[in-house]
């Protein structure tokens, strides 16, 4: 197959001498008579390209850049000529692996530069790529720049060097521009990182770093206009550097931070205010830090997450679609359902019929852009009891496969061949049946890496023997392109939810809005349907937060720890389990820029969707956690819950939390038990 790799690399003209040469020149004359010359790759390739020292370049890459070829002089001048030119020049440049007819590999340059080779350049010189962000190519201040590398958020994209894995930068290079002067930064030191839409997000190996780059070592550096966001550093000059970069103080974010505030105080603006921009709004908004919450440790400091125009059209979008359906949802129930699709394996709305469950997900997937197969709604039957009813059953009798009815193995089959598209599984009342008996596989697989979600459908030994086991092989492989929703009823009709299903999902109720905001609804205009571009994976996936340390402030996981042995003092079996503090983490950190939903307001939603569903038993069991219920005074006296919330009321008003409290403790008093 040809490859190619998108990521800059720098050569000199191949050694006559050089052993990776099958010719016995650097420089040759081709059947087309035409200059075909070999490069020796002199800086750090990817870690996918193979061990090849030389690359092949011809005459056409170089005409653009005043090298002249006369076809009338004899071939020894012509080479000779252009091995002149080449001396005193590097070449940079993209390479492209060919098969030839032969199966013969071939590893061509195409986009070549040039650019002069420095006094100081010897023989043996080999260059490190180090990337070069800036205010110009990536639309940051540099403190902005400073708290997202601390913060692990995406910083941008740079298309010259690789994005692979194994490629993590362990330095980088920040250019300040102010008219014709410029400064260069170094910053480190990083040990791992990601790739996405957003561009690089970087893991610090222990605390940020930085140094000033002076004029000497940048003297020593290969920077071009020809490649102007990645410096070529000499490996000499790059060790001294990474070991400069390792002796110096930590940078202080929190003085980042005050010096930043100082001209927009002196404006009379808030920070706050540059941050939180309204859902309506389209306008550029400058991405901050939060302001320290009170009671908080400075060292806890909190990120806002990138501002996404995308997302935040696709957000108006879904908000337009609803009420073109003729519902009404408060944005917050919009933005809630969203954040908790971005972060969690399996989301379940729950709430009284009629409330447009199973609507809302139809909307969400419109709004997408999804089309045919990769919206599947599943009506879940009160007579499924096993796997079997919902994903098939290997008929030995007949030698054959047999998917369910509910046309899930297909959706999931689609989905696994086209991981570029996004897919959503909607399962329709999926409390009708017992869930921990037909969907027992979904429940193990959803927590699992998404390189080891596998679906079993039979044994691996049938595969030989079943007439359409290509079709459908043994085992399916759910990618993170594939979203799983619920819809779910609560009366005497369902069955209630096991806290192994509770672990794993976000539960969310939907409101039920004033009847009279249906008469406000603006008027359905045939035709006028707005029509969404389809959200690809990778668009979707640059909606999400996908950061595996845990960002959660001390006295968010302080109130988690004691609400945890509160729980256990009621029941051992029942508690905040370390799955849930990284799925609330996680939540927190998808949760896109706006105005409706703040920090304080999403962890108070967590503690509803996530651990206040775990809350059930007896009056005699949850008296002291959830209180008593005064009815004359409409009150709750006595809960543990409320005075913990009330210790901590720094981190979250708690206003739905309460009231799901609230709520409870009236179950308790009416019916001695809650669900």
């Not at 590097?90 to 030839?100: A, D, G, P, Q, T």
């Not at 369902?494 to 008027?523: G, I």
Request: proline share 4%.
């Amino acid at each position: 197959m040809n490859k190619i790799w998108e990521n800059d690399l720098v050569g000199v003209l191949a050694d006559v001498d050089q052993s990776e040469l099958i010719y016995r020149d650097s420089i040759l004359i081709n059947k087309q008579d035409s200059l075909q010359f070999f490069v020796r790759i002199i800086s750090q390739p990817a870690d996918s390209f193979p061990n090849v020292k030389a690359v092949t370049g011809f005459y056409s890459d170089l005409e653009k850049w005043g090298f002249e070829d006369d076809y009338l002089q004899p071939e020894f001048i012509r080479k000779e000529k252009l091995r002149e030119w080449l001396a005193d020049r590097l070449l940079i440049f993209k390479v492209e692996k060919r098969i030839r007819y032969n199966h013969e590999e071939v590893y061509n340059m195409f986009q070549v530069r040039v650019m002069p080779k420095l006094p100081s350049y010897e023989k043996d010189l080999k260059l490190i790529p180090v990337p070069i962000f800036s205010e110009q190519v990536n639309g940051l201040k540099q403190v902005e720049f400073i708290a997202r590398l601390a913060g692990k958020k995406f910083v941008g994209r740079l298309e010259e060097v690789s994005h692979e894995t194994n490629d993590t930068p362990p330095i980088v290079v920040w250019r300040e521009e102010n008219g014709d002067d410029e400064r260069f930064f170094l910053f480190g030191m990083f040990d791992k990182h990601q790739y996405a839409h957003g561009g690089f997000s970087l893991e610090l190996r222990d605390e940020l770093k930085r140094i000033v780059l002076e004029e000497e070592w940048l003297d020593e550096c290969y920077l071009t206009d020809e490649s102007p966001n990645v410096a070529f550093v000499p490996i000499g000059i790059y060790q001294k550097l990474m070991e400069m970069l390792e002796g110096v103080e930590p940078v202080s974010v929190t003085a980042e931070m005050e010096e930043r505030q100082k001209p927009a105080e002196a404006a009379g603006r808030s920070e706050e205010s540059l941050v939180t921009p309204q859902l309506e709004s389209k306008q550029e908004v400058a991405v901050s830090v939060l302001e320290k919450p009170s009671g908080m440790d400075l060292e806890g400091f909190s990120l806002v997450p990138e501002v996404n125009e995308k997302e935040l059209e696709f957000l108006e979008l879904l908000y337009s679609h609803t009420q073109d359906a003729g519902l009404i949802y408060r944005k917050e129930n919009l933005i809630n359902f969203h954040t908790s699709m971005k972060s969690s394996s399996l989301v379940i709305l729950s709430g009284m019929s009629g409330t447009g469950k199973t609507k809302l997900v139809e909307l969400y997937s419109q709004s997408l852009g999804l089309k045919g197969e990769q919206l599947t709604v599943i009506p879940v039957s009160p007579s499924w009891t096993s796997d079997s009813d919902l994903i098939g059953y290997a008929d030995t009798l007949n030698m054959v496969y047999r998917p369910g009815d509910s046309g899930l193995i297909n959706a999931l089959r689609k989905a696994e061949d086209d991981k570029d598209k996004l897919y959503i599984i909607c399962f329709d009342e999926m409390n009708l049946a017992r869930v921990e008996h037909y969907f027992s596989q979904f429940l193990s697989i959803l927590e699992m890496d998404h390189g080891k979600r596998v679906l079993r459908l039979y044994n691996d030994d049938l595969e030989s023997r079943l007439y359409n086991s290509a079709q459908y092989p043994p085992t399916i492989v759910i990618r993170e392109n594939v979203l799983f929703v619920g819809t779910v009823n609560m009366d005497e009709s369902t069955y209630h939810f096991s806290d192994k299903v509770l672990d794993r999902a976000n539960v969310l109720s939907l409101d039920v809005m004033p009847f009279a905001q249906m008469k406000q609804l603006p008027e359905k205009k045939k035709g006028m349907v707005a029509r969404a571009d389809e959200v690809d994976y990778d668009t979707f996936e640059s909606f999400q937060y996908k950061n595996r340390s845990l960002n959660l402030h001390d006295d968010e996981l302080s109130l988690l720890w004691e609400i945890h042995q509160l729980m256990q003092d009621v029941n051992k079996q029942v508690g905040v389990g370390p799955r849930i503090v990284k799925q609330i983490d996680l939540y927190l950190g998808n949760l896109p820029v706006q105005n409706y939903i703040l920090r304080e307001d999403a962890f108070d939603l967590q503690m509803v969707q996530r651990i206040l569903t775990k809350v059930r038993g007896s009056e005699d069991q949850l008296r002291d956690l959830l209180g008593r219920y005064n009815r004359e005074k409409d009150i709750v006296e006595g809960s543990q819950l409320n005075r913990l919330f009330d210790r901590y009321s720094h981190v979250s008003g708690f206003k739905e939390s309460r009231s799901v409290v609230k709520q409870k403790a009236k179950e308790l008093k009416y019916n001695g038990y809650t669900m």
